[in-house]
């Protein structure tokens, strides 16, 4: 992936979240990305 494929990718979830929730969450941002996945936010979030 290129620049210019990665910035369409985190504009289009980021936008995606502001209409979603009104608001930008970097964490669900790279979720919504697959950059992570919901487990590895709940093991961080909890020390795991």
Do not use: C
């Not at 996945?37 to 709940?42: H, I």
């Amino acid at each position: 992936m290129n620049r210019d494929q990665l910035e369409e990718k985190i504009y289009k979830s980021a936008s995606a979240e502001l209409i979603d929730k009104g608001y930008i969450s970097p964490i669900n941002v790279l979720i919504q990305m697959d950059q992570l996945t919901v487990k590895q936010v709940e093991d961080w979030r909890f020390k795991k």
